[in-house]
């Protein structure tokens, strides 16, 4: 007889136990990370899990989302969940505290599955903008995804990043 039912919204074959379960008294706070599909495996995942993340969301009397963005453009896009949305910083994930930066050129590293969503782009160009004020900085892509053909000529034209075209286990 919980008070409350938190759970964080989940992909595969969770979505559709989690969605059956009944808590007839409690109110069900769901967190959502994603609310939208994003591109490559995770379109194809959400579509297949979309009728019961459907029916989690609707049963959910509280939505906690990672950001007032995140939670306007889900608003515009489905105004009948917008009253439900409650906007929560992520916070920091890992190690809270900054770790000293090593003398010499600093290293940024670009790591995980390279989908458009990440912006890869956007880190290319940060990289490209440190270079042109003269800040001598490397750039490390590690990871495979759909996006990365999109943007290989352009990483094999820095003489400031490095590809690690393959994949590579978080530790």
């Avoid at 967190?31 to 989690?56: C, E, K, Y």
């Avoid at 992520?90 to 505290?97: I, K, N, R, S």
């Avoid at 003398?103 to 160009?125: M, N």
């Amino acid at each position: 007889r919980p008070d409350v039912v938190h759970h964080q919204e989940v992909g595969g074959p969770l979505v559709p136990l989690l969605a059956s379960l009944p808590f007839p008294r409690a109110p069900i706070v769901l967190t959502v990370h994603d609310p939208m599909p994003h591109s490559g495996i995770d379109t194809v995942q959400s579509r297949r899990a979309f009728p019961a993340l459907r029916r989690m969301r609707n049963r959910a009397r509280r939505i906690i989302v990672h950001g007032e963005r995140i939670a306007a453009d889900w608003a515009a896009s489905e105004p009948a969940i917008a009253g439900k949305l409650d906007p929560v910083p992520h916070g920091v994930l890992g190690d809270a505290q900054p770790s000293p930066l090593p003398e010499g050129e600093p290293t940024f590293l670009f790591f995980g599955r390279i989908e458009a969503y990440k912006g890869l782009d956007v880190f290319l160009d940060a990289i490209e903008r440190l270079d042109a004020r003269g800040l001598a900085v490397h750039a490390i892509i590690a990871g495979q995804g759909t996006d990365l053909d999109r943007h290989r000529s352009r990483i094999a034209q820095s003489p400031r990043t490095t590809l690690l075209d393959r994949f590579i286990a978080p530790d």
